[in-house]
C-alpha cells in the first residue's frame, strides 16, 4: 500500500511496546471495545519517558485493516484539542496497535452516575469540549473532507487529568465532502444501539445531523446519571431516548436528572443546556441543530452556570442561611448552589410581608409590604388579587397578600428598618405605587416627604415601571454601614388633590444602588436627566419635574 509511507514516521518497533506493556501483562489493561483491548504503558522515547495508550486490534470483534488505517489517517490529519493524539502505530505480523495519549481518567460513562464526583459545571465543560471536537470535524477549515464519526457515545469520550474532554474511536468513520450545507452518504448502519440515528438505522442515510442526534442522546446521559440503554438478562430491554424527549416536552425533566445534579444547577443553565439536548434527538433530520449552534448554546449554558459558581464564592454563606431559615413557607436545601438559586429567585421571610433577594454580587435587596411599614389614622387595607368592579383601573396583583389603598386622604410614614442588608453597599430606597386613572409610568407623584430628624420636606421624584404594572420612586439613598439601621420617613399629601386620583401602594423596596443607576435613561428614551447619585436629588430638579 503506497499511501502507507506517509505515515512512516509514526511507526515504532514491537520491543518498545513489549516493554511499556510489561509483554502485554493483564494487569496494564485500562479498557476493551469493539476494536480489542487497550493497555497503560510507560514509553521510552528519544525526547523522554511517556505514559501512553495502546490500543490492540483483535479481529475477533469485527474490526480489521480498513478501521485500523482509518483511525491512522483520520488522527494525524485531524489535530485538535478535544481529539485523541494519535502518536504512533506498530505493524508486526498480524499484531497491529495504535498509540495514543493517556487520557488519565479514561472514558465519561465512567463517572455519569455520581453527581459529586463530576459535578453539574464539570459536565458542562466536558460537553462543551466534545461539541468543539465534533464542530471542527463536521467543518474542517483547511481541507476538503468532513469526518462523520459514526459512533459518538459516552465510551468514546475521554478524559484527561484535567477533565478536558477528547473524542476517540475513529475506526467506524465516514469521510464526504466539506463546505456544504449537506453531506449525505449511504451506507450500513453501524453505531451503538440507543446513540444511533433511527434514520440511520432504518435507511442506512447517513449525514452529519446522525452525528448531531448521538451527541444529543450523550447530552441526556450526561444529564441523567445513565447510559441511554438497558439489559435484562443479557438481552436489551430498553432504550430511554423516547422517554427523554417526552419529559422534556411535557416539563417532567425532575424526574429524569440524576439524583443531586439538580441541586447544583442554575435554572438557566438547565433550560438552554436541556433544550438544545431536545433539538439534536428531533426525529426530523432539519429540526436538529448544527454543532456551530450547539457550542454556541453549551457556552451560554457554561457561563450562566459559571456566574452562579462565582457568586457562591462570594457571599457569606452563614448570613445566607439564617436568612433562608426565616422563610415562609420553609424550604429545604441541599447543596449551596440551591441556597443560592432559592436567593436569586426571591423568597418570604418572618411574616411572609418582607421579600429577600439577591444579585450576581451577593448583594440583598429586601422588599417591605406596605401593610408592615405604613403608619397613618386612615389608611385602608385591600387583598391583593382581581380589584372590585369600582377599582378596575387598577391592576393590584402584588407579591403580597395586601396593599394599601387610597393614602391621599392623610398624613401618613414608612417605617424602614435595614435588617438583612449588606454591609458596606450603597442602598436606593423606592417606594412601589399604583395610579389610578390615567397615570402611566414615567408619572410625577405629588408628595412631599422628609426623614424624621430633617426640617424640611422634599418634592417625590419622577417614577418608573416596577416588578409587573407597579411603578417606584426614589427617596433616599445611604450607605449600610451599621448591623441596623431604622429610618422614619413622613409623607405629606399635596393641598389639592386631583380629582378621582388614588393610589395603590404595595411597599418600600431597599436595593442596590448600582442596579439602576442608569434606569432614567433606559426607560424608552422619555427620561434622560442625569442625576447626581450622592444626594436626594429630588430637591435639585423638584422646579423642573413640576
Known amino acids: 500500500m503506497s499511501f502507507m509511507k506517509d505515515f512512516e514516521h509514526l511507526q515504532i518497533q514491537m520491543k518498545d511496546i513489549v516493554s511499556a506493556t510489561n509483554n502485554f501483562d493483564p494487569a496494564k489493561v485500562i479498557g476493551r471495545g469493539g476494536f480489542g483491548k487497550v493497555y497503560k504503558g510507560e514509553l521510552s522515547l528519544p525526547e523522554g519517558p511517556i505514559m501512553v495508550a495502546f490500543k490492540q486490534l483483535d479481529r475477533r470483534f469485527g474490526q480489521g485493516n480498513i478501521e485500523f488505517w482509518k483511525e491512522i489517517m483520520t488522527l494525524s490529519k485531524y489535530k485538535h484539542e478535544n481529539l485523541i493524539t494519535l502518536m504512533h502505530y506498530c505493524i508486526d505480523g498480524n499484531e497491529m496497535i495504535l498509540v495514543y495519549e493517556y487520557a488519565s481518567r479514561g472514558s465519561l460513562d465512567r463517572y455519569l452516575s455520581d453527581a459529586n464526583s463530576v459535578t453539574w459545571t464539570q459536565r458542562l465543560r466536558i460537553c462543551d469540549g466534545a461539541a468543539r471536537g465534533l464542530h471542527f470535524l463536521h467543518d474542517p ?20 487529568e484535567n477533565w478536558t474532554a477528547k473524542l476517540s474511536d475513529f475506526g467506524l468513520s465516514k469521510v464526504g465532502p466539506a463546505n456544504q450545507e449537506h453531506t449525505y452518504l449511504i451506507s450500513n448502519a453501524i453505531g451503538t444501539l440507543g446513540y444511533c440515528d433511527p434514520l440511520y438505522s432504518e435507511l442506512g442515510f447517513l449525514s452529519k445531523e446522525s452525528d448531531v442526534y448521538s451527541f444529543g442522546v450523550v447530552l441526556f446521559v450526561v444529564l441523567c446519571g445513565r447510559l441511554c440503554f438497558e439489559y435484562t438478562n443479557g438481552e436489551l430491554s430498553n432504550i430511554f431516548v423516547s422517554k427523554w424527549r417526552r419529559c422534556y416536552e411535557q416539563k417532567r425533566l425532575d424526574e429524569i436528572i440524576l439524583v443531586g445534579l439538580k441541586e447544583q444547577m442554575d435554572q438557566g443553565s438547565l433550560n438552554s443546556f436541556s433544550a438544545i439536548a431536545y433539538q439534536c434527538v428531533k426525529r426530523t433530520r432539519e429540526e436538529r441543530p448544527t454543532m456551530a449552534k450547539i457550542v454556541k448554546e453549551l457556552e451560554f449554558s457554561l457561563e450562566q452556570q459559571e456566574n452562579l459558581d462565582n457568586l457562591a464564592k462570594k457571599v457569606d454563606l452563614d448570613e445566607l442561611i439564617r436568612i433562608v431559615d426565616l422563610a415562609l413557607p420553609p424550604v429545604s436545601y441541599g447543596a449551596r448552589n440551591q441556597l443560592l438559586v432559592f436567593l436569586l429567585e426571591g423568597l418570604f421571610v418572618e411574616d411572609g410581608e418582607t ?22 389614622d386612615k389608611l385602608e387595607t385591600k387583598n391583593t388579587g ?3 368592579m369600582s377599582d378596575t383601573t387598577i391592576n393590584t396583583r402584588s407579591r403580597f397578600a395586601q396593599y ?131 444626594r436626594n436629588l429630588s430637591q435639585d430638579f423638584g422646579y423642573f419635574i413640576k
Not at 427617596?475 to 378621582?500: G, S
Open 386 to 388: 382581581p380589584p372590585p
Open 404 to 534: 394599601l389603598w387610597n393614602v391621599y386622604s392623610n398624613r401618613f410614614r414608612v417605617e424602614v428598618n435595614t435588617q438583612f442588608l449588606s454591609p458596606h453597599v450603597t442602598y436606593t430606597i423606592y417606594i412601589v405605587f399604583q395610579h389610578c386613572g390615567h397615570f402611566s409610568a414615567p408619572c410625577y407623584i405629588p408628595f412631599l416627604y422628609k426623614l424624621e430628624e430633617e426640617l424640611h420636606y422634599s418634592t417625590s421624584c419622577i417614577a418608573y415601571e416596577s416588578h409587573k404594572t407597579w411603578v417606584m420612586t426614589k427617596l433616599y439613598r445611604f450607605t449600610n454601614y451599621h448591623d441596623q439601621r431604622n429610618l422614619n420617613i413622613e409623607f405629606l399629601p399635596p393641598e389639592q388633590i386631583p380629582f378621582n386620583d388614588m393610589l395603590a401602594f404595595q411597599g418600600i423596596e431597599i436595593r442596590p444602588t448600582r442596579n439602576d443607576e442608569d434606569a432614567y435613561e433606559k426607560h424608552k428614551g422619555k427620561i434622560k436627566i442625569h442625576l447626581n447619585l450622592e
Open 141 to 160: 477549515m483547511e481541507t476538503q473532507q468532513r469526518v462523520l464519526h459514526r459512533d459518538i457515545k459516552s465510551a468514546n469520550i475521554l478524559l484527561d
Open 355 to 376: 421579600w429577600i433577594s439577591i444579585n450576581m454580587k451577593g448583594e440583598v435587596s429586601k422588599v417591605l409590604s406596605a401593610t408592615k411599614c405604613f403608619y397613618g
